[in-house]
């Protein structure tokens, strides 16, 4: 994704200014080119020269020595931008980007550039909640910024508030966001994926649950809004942080995950049940703590509803088949019984494949009954191929 693109970072006077190198370090391990503009202010709370090391590239900091030193134009940066990610950002940068000001190299490539603009706003909590920082950034999303953050959280000043800068990875999933804005997907495709592994209630304390990680359903979400589409994703319990610009609805329970999916898929073009949902739940969840008052005990359960073969509508439907013997012969039975357009069928005692593994071998089978056997992969990568079958059925009608 950020691949070859040309990231300008800028980076103004905030004490969140050294998480910059963090991500500037993880943009161009990305494969990004970073190119630094520092106002003067950031230069204090972060040297020039550690953002130098980690891009490898000229750090700029004043617009009047760029022409001697590096031989570029003022506008330069400013056109050969992919995208400009502003972190941290803050309230006096907001109000010049606002306002129309170009005073210094950076707000001079604000204003030059046609690339998107991704801002990620750390400040005081006042300062963020006065009005005028309020209408500044209102103005800014109205012109098409992208706002990430910022976070509650421990401010500077040692008190808990609404100002601090966004999780690294989640600025990097708002530039990726930005970036599909130009992907096969864009503007054309709503695809509503769930993940995770649901837990059914015992008593207040104990519930049933499974060893889902969540991490498949969460990379065909980030895939899928790399690529530009609109994507609501339903979590069960993951532990994984909700990823920017997607609208995550969480979810406990096989009953809660079906009523959001069944909201979620109205005018939804896909749906991708990549969770692990429990077949069975408890016939009653006791409304106190169970005690161990005797030798054994009993639990009655039912069956939760099927929520592939039950949520039905106009959209495409895509399944998971966790098997553990005769993977293609159940995958096949399940797409079948389902009504499937294409399930995705995995072996979970290979442990590459496993619960909570960062890969997968997973075969894919389609309404056809063609067989795709995909390798050993990422999930990342698996999700990039699940949605390019995906996209091939949609564009067919
Ligand atoms: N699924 C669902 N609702 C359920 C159970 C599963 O929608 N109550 C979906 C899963 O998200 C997955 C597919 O159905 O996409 C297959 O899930 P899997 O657990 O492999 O199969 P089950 O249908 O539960 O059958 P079994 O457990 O007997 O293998």
């Known amino acids: 994704m950020l691949t070859g693109k040309t990231v300008i970072l800028g980076i103004t006077g905030s004490i969140a200014a050294y998480k910059a190198a963090d991500i500037a370090s993880k943009l161009t391990q990305a494969g990004a080119r970073v190119e630094v503009v520092m106002t003067e202010s950031a230069t204090r709370f972060i040297a020039p020269l550690t953002l130098r090391n980690l891009t490898g590239r000229p750090v700029v900091t004043d617009m009047f020595e760029l022409a001697s030193e590096f031989s570029i134009e003022h506008v330069a940066l400013a056109e050969a931008a992919d995208v400009v990610l502003i972190a941290p950002a803050t309230a ?36 963020f909640h006065n009005p005028v920082t309020q209408e500044n950034l209102a103005r800014l999303k109205a012109r098409g910024f992208a706002v990430v953050g910022p976070e509650y959280g421990r401010l500077a000043e040692g008190k808990l508030g609404l100002g601090r800068l966004a999780e690294v990875d989640g ?37 049933i649950g499974n060893r889902s990680s969540g ?39 096989a009953a809660e995950m079906k009523e959001a999916v069944v909201k979620a898929v109205a005018g939804a073009d896909a749906l991708v049940m990549a969770a692990a949902v429990a077949d069975y739940q408890p016939k009653t969840a006791a409304k106190s703590k169970i005690k161990k008052d005797s030798p054994g005990l009993t639990l009655e359960l039912v069956r939760t509803a099927d929520i592939l073969t039950e949520v039905k509508g106009d959209f495409l439907k895509v399944g998971f ?33 496993g619960f909570g593994a960062d890969t997968n071998k997973v075969t894919l089978i389609d309404r056809n009954g063609k067989i795709e056997e995909l390798p050993l992969l990422s999930k990342r990568e698996v999700a990039e191929r699940i949605l390019d079958r995906v996209v091939g059925m949609l564009g067919k009608g």
């Open 92 to 127: 006096n940068v907001i109000a010049r980007l606002a306002a129309g000001i170009a005073d210094d190299m950076l707000s001079c490539t604000v204003l030059a550039t046609k690339a998107p603009v991704v801002l990620a706003p750390a400040m005081n909590v006042h300062m």
């Open 215 to 253: 991490k498949m359903g969460y990379a065909i979400a980030i895939a899928a809004r790399n690529r530009g589409a609109e994507v609501r994703l339903i979590a069960a319990p993951a532990s994984l942080p909700d990823p920017a610009g997607i609208e995550v609805v969480h979810v406990e329970t």
């Open 171 to 207: 600025i990097i999933g708002a530039v990726e966001q930005v970036l599909g804005r130009s992907g096969d997907l864009a503007g054309r495709w709503c695809i509503v994926v769930t993940a995770g592994g649901t837990r059914e209630p015992i008593d207040p304390v104990r519930y």
């Open 321 to 353: 088949a966790a098997e553990s013997e005769d993977v293609i012969a159940n995958a096949r039975k399940k797409l079948e019984k389902k009504q499937l357009d294409l399930i995705v069928a995995n072996d979970i005692t290979d442990k590459d494949s």
